[in-house]
């Protein structure tokens, strides 16, 4: 038999998942890993290095989620 929580709780102001930076989350039956940072904001002027390294990070940021498949 499936069990199932259900994140909702019909407030009108939503739902939040962790109340800090040191909460785990995790989906797809992941390990629950802690808020990571994004990378630094890029200037209009950035060369495609620093656009790749920074889609990659954000790209591993998501797979260690569980956001996104290998």
Do not use: H, W
Request: aromatic share 4%.
């Amino acid at each position: 038999m499936t069990t199932v929580k259900r994140l909702s709780e019909g407030y009108p102001d939503g739902t939040v998942l962790g109340n800090g930076s040191s909460d785990k989350i995790g989906f797809y039956n992941k390990t629950c890993i802690t808020l990571r940072s994004l990378p630094a904001s890029i200037g209009a002027t950035a060369t495609t290095a620093v656009l790749k390294a920074a889609v990659n990070q954000i790209r591993n940021l998501l797979k260690n989620l569980g956001l996104g498949t290998p």
